[in-house]
């Protein structure tokens, strides 16, 4: 067993949307966890670490987007040895971390009272249960990009096959896709470029399921029953995910839950516990703190 001291307890645990914009794109998910780890320690955050000989810091991430595809919403938790006010966190961290790692919000996971039912692991993960993807097709007109998607559109069934951590696998694309469109670009961006270069834009939503069904997934999709070919590599941009509303096809932000019912930070937390914390002769019982 090693020796020493046991490690500070998670006195607070945060969650934390990231964007990976511009080339950092083409960052590895293990880059930018070290790059987020050397950003916690020169924010000075006070991240808790694990037991064991090889102690790691608290640091979680849920739904990350593959190499190669920028996002706006990317997801991590933190465990904290120290109450830390989430906007402060957020402006420092931000600054800490490289230029197209952009911090955008951050918010305190809910803290149930004493009696409430602890917060599950992996009840975040629960939340992201469909991503809404942009994908910018140069060299591919809107036309031909719409009848592709009105041909996978009314396809029942479209099976692809890829290499996974399992082996090669086929499976059903177009059952995990919620809603599909094309898209001309935006008229002040389409005017910038060259009139004989036509451009399409697509929007999905996509459910997450296992296999996770990705949007190169699609793609191979769009070109088995379309002939779709896009001439260069495509752009992808994972705009959000969340909660699925599946009859209106939306997605929820998955820290309103957090924002709803949690705790505040800083002063503010300092002076909810204040009230809540038990007096002399009080049989009231403190907020339980999720560690």
Same mark, same amino acid.
């Given at each position: 067993?090693?020796?020493?001291?046991?490690?500070?307890?998670?006195?607070?645990? #945060?969650?934390?949307?990231?964007?990976?914009?511009?080339?950092?794109?083409?960052?590895?998910?293990?880059?930018?966890?070290?790059?987020?780890?050397?950003?916690?320690?020169?924010?000075?955050?006070?991240?808790?670490?694990?037991?064991?000989?090889?102690?790691?810091?608290?640091?979680?991430?849920?739904?990350?987007?593959?190499?190669?595809?920028?996002?706006?919403?990317?997801?991590?938790?933190?465990?904290?040895?120290?109450?830390?006010?989430?906007?402060?966190?957020?402006?420092?961290?931000?600054?800490?971390?490289?230029?197209?790692?952009?911090?955008?919000?951050?918010?305190?996971?809910?803290?149930?009272?004493?009696?409430?039912?602890?917060?599950?692991?992996?009840?975040?993960?629960?939340?992201?249960?469909?991503?809404?993807?942009?994908?910018?097709?140069?060299?591919?007109?809107?036309?031909?990009?719409?009848?592709?998607?009105?041909?996978? #559109?009314?396809?029942?069934?479209?099976?692809?096959?890829?290499?996974?951590?399992?082996?090669?696998?086929?499976?059903?694309?177009?059952?995990?896709?919620?809603? #599909?469109?094309?898209?001309?670009?935006?008229?002040?961006?389409?005017?910038?470029?060259?009139?004989?270069?036509p451009c399409a834009i697509l929007r999905m939503v996509v459910r997450h399921s296992t296999p996770a069904v990705r949007p190169d997934d699609i793609l191979t999709g769009l070109r088995q029953v379309a002939d779709l070919a896009?001439?260069?590599?495509?752009?992808?941009?994972?705009?959000?995910?969340?909660?699925?509303?599946?009859?209106?096809?939306?997605?929820?932000?998955? #820290?309103?839950?957090?924002?709803?019912?949690?705790?505040?930070?800083?002063?503010?937390?300092?002076?909810?516990?204040?009230?809540?914390?038990?007096?002399?002769?009080?049989?009231?019982?403190?907020?339980?703190?999720?560690?």
């Amino acid at each position: 067993m090693p020796e020493g001291p046991a490690p500070a307890p998670v006195i607070q645990r #945060l969650r934390v949307r990231y964007a990976k914009r511009g080339r950092l794109r083409f960052t590895s998910h293990r880059d930018i966890s070290r790059a987020v780890e050397r950003a916690v320690r020169r924010a000075g955050i006070p991240v808790a670490f694990s037991a064991g000989f090889t102690p790691h810091p608290k640091i979680s991430y849920a739904g990350a987007a593959a190499t190669g595809v920028a996002s706006e919403a990317e997801y991590l938790e933190i465990g904290l040895t120290e109450t830390r006010d989430p906007a402060r966190v957020r402006d420092e961290l931000d600054a800490a971390l490289p230029a197209g790692l952009d911090i955008v919000d951050v918010v305190p996971v809910r803290a149930g009272r004493a009696g409430d039912a602890p917060v599950r692991p992996g009840a975040f993960t629960d939340r992201l249960q469909a991503s809404r993807w942009r994908i910018r097709l140069d060299g591919v007109s809107y036309d031909d990009a719409a009848a592709a998607v009105a041909a996978f #559109l009314d396809a029942g069934e479209i099976e692809v096959e890829r290499l996974t951590k399992k082996g090669r696998r086929r499976f059903d694309v177009r059952a995990a896709v919620q809603a #599909l469109e094309a898209q001309s670009p935006e008229p002040d961006r389409r005017a910038a470029e060259a009139a004989d270069a036509p451009c399409a834009i697509l929007r999905m939503v996509v459910r997450h399921s296992t296999p996770a069904v990705r949007p190169d997934d699609i793609l191979t999709g769009l070109r088995q029953v379309a002939d779709l070919a896009p001439p260069s590599p495509p752009l992808v941009t994972r705009l959000a995910q969340g909660p699925l509303d599946a009859a209106t096809g939306g997605l929820a932000d998955p #820290l309103d839950p957090d924002r709803e019912s949690g705790l505040p930070s800083g002063d503010d937390a300092e002076t909810a516990r204040d009230r809540t914390r038990p007096q002399p002769g009080d049989a009231a019982s403190a907020d339980a703190v999720s560690a």
